[in-house]
């Protein structure tokens, strides 16, 4: 199960902080995705780190802005979104692979999603 917190209502330029937690059994290697969907549009992805190496990999859309960080001890993924712009207004989700060895970018290679949580950027 995943629990995905952090959204709101939030002016351009701001850095706030997502957070992922999961629960229940996710093996010792998985990687954890972030996802957005902006409404009219498909989902699309964001970024993903690997649980054990704790690499990640990011969509271009984001490079640069957007971080993503792990603490294992706490079974919980951040995506840290900073410079915020009105284009990135979008439900963000959460999402578990339970393949560990890649970051894979698209929606149906992940089976397990959190519920979303909006993210509303005004300028």
């Known amino acids: 199960q995943l629990q995905a917190c952090g959204g709101g209502f939030l002016l351009a330029g701001g850095s706030p902080t997502l957070s992922c937690a999961t629960s229940?059994?996710?093996?010792?290697?998985?990687?954890m995705g972030w996802f957005r969907q902006a409404p009219g549009k498909e989902r699309e992805f964001v970024g993903g780190i690997r649980s054990s190496s704790g690499s990640t990999y990011y969509a271009d859309s984001v490079k640069g802005r957007f971080t993503i960080s792990r603490d294992n001890a706490k079974n919980t993924v951040y995506l840290q979104l900073n410079s915020l712009k009105p284009e990135d207004t979008a439900v963000y989700y959460c999402a578990l692979d339970a393949n560990g060895f890649v970051v894979r970018t698209t929606p149906g290679s992940y089976r397990y999603w959190g519920q979303g949580t909006q993210v509303t950027v005004s300028s």
């Open positions: 229940g059994r996710t093996g010792s290697s998985y990687t």
